[in-house]
């Protein structure tokens, strides 16, 4: 195979991956605030069909201010669960981009040699600050691409107001969304919104998105079929909660899709729960953060 086709089909990979398993939960949180109306759902709710749409404009203005804020910086304790790994890391978010420590894979204390195979890594990148700039590139690309598709949002989903129910933090309001007809998506970052649905429960004391859920109503391609597909009946689930300060994080997030990325099956299956924030200085280095990992 020529070296530029190798080259493109790894960009491909990388997006399609990326796309998968960092933007799309990101979008599915933000996206269901940018809607085209539909008429309230039958039986209604709490709230006008005046009052429900001006909720979503003023969750719509905390969710993007919250996805663009860069002045609350946390550590926090990810538990990722995956069909082939369990594992537990310690994140600390630096201006230089994340730094992770595993600590824990199976539910178990690192046995000595892993624990030494983790430090020869923080070494490495200590050793090597271009390995954390290209870390940072990527972090940054995959944002840049998430906010390409926010743009293009508008118009991408028809919202019904579905009522009020409860929640673990107080009353929410419920609304079920669908794909807009309408909407023709102008790039591949923009072709899986055509095909999911779901429900988004908004804390209306606080304005902010506590739950999510989207399922694929069909099949979704990309690259005419020749990069990647993902099959109809995947699923997303995502929670978000206030973890002091006004500050709101995602602290659940499950996904069940599969899918067939150039010509090979690929199962995205994981669940995550974040936990145990703290706050952190602004402008954290990434060699400080290491530091300070090392010495818990």
């Not at 960009?11 to 605030?33: C, D, G, K, N």
């Not at 998105?209 to 099959?231: P, S, T």
């Not at 909660?241 to 090979?264: C, D, N, P, T, Y």
């Amino acid at each position: 195979m020529r070296p530029q086709r190798t080259a493109a089909r790894r960009r491909a990979l990388r997006i399609y991956t990326s796309l998968v398993q960092r933007i799309f939960p990101l979008l599915l949180l933000l996206a269901w605030a940018i809607p085209a109306w539909g008429q309230p759902a039958a039986g209604g709710g709490d709230l006008a069909p005046a009052d429900a749409l001006a909720l979503v404009d003023h969750a719509l203005a905390n969710e993007l201010r919250a996805a663009q804020d860069s002045g609350h910086p946390m550590r926090y304790r990810l538990h990722k669960t995956s069909p082939n790994l369990t594992s537990t890391k310690e994140i600390y978010e630096t201006r230089d981009g994340e730094v992770a420590q595993l600590t824990e894979i199976g539910d178990n204390p690192l046995s000595g040699g892993d624990e030494q195979k983790e430090q020869d890594r923080l070494n490495a990148l200590l050793a090597d600050p271009g390995k954390q700039r290209h870390r940072k590139m990527a972090e940054d690309a995959d944002a840049d691409r998430a906010l390409k598709v926010l743009r293009a949002l508008p118009g991408a989903f028809v919202y019904q107001y579905a009522g009020t129910g409860d929640a673990s933090g107080g009353k929410v309001e419920k609304f079920t969304f669908r794909p807009n007809s309408s909407f023709s998506p102008p790039d591949l970052e923009t072709e899986i919104l055509t095909q999911m649905a779901g429900e988004i429960w908004i804390d209306a004391a606080h304005e902010r998105v506590v739950k999510l859920e989207g399922h694929l109503q069909q099949d979704v391609d990309f690259g005419w079929g020749i990069l990647g597909r993902l099959n109809k009946g995947g699923w997303i689930a995502i929670e978000q909660a206030e973890i002091g300060g006004g500050v709101w994080r995602i602290v659940h997030f499950q996904m069940v899709l599969s899918g067939r990325v150039f010509f090979k099956t690929r199962a995205f299956d994981t669940t995550e729960e974040e936990s145990h924030y703290e706050p952190l200085p602004v402008g954290l280095s990434y060699q400080k953060a290491i530091e300070m990992l090392r010495a818990e």
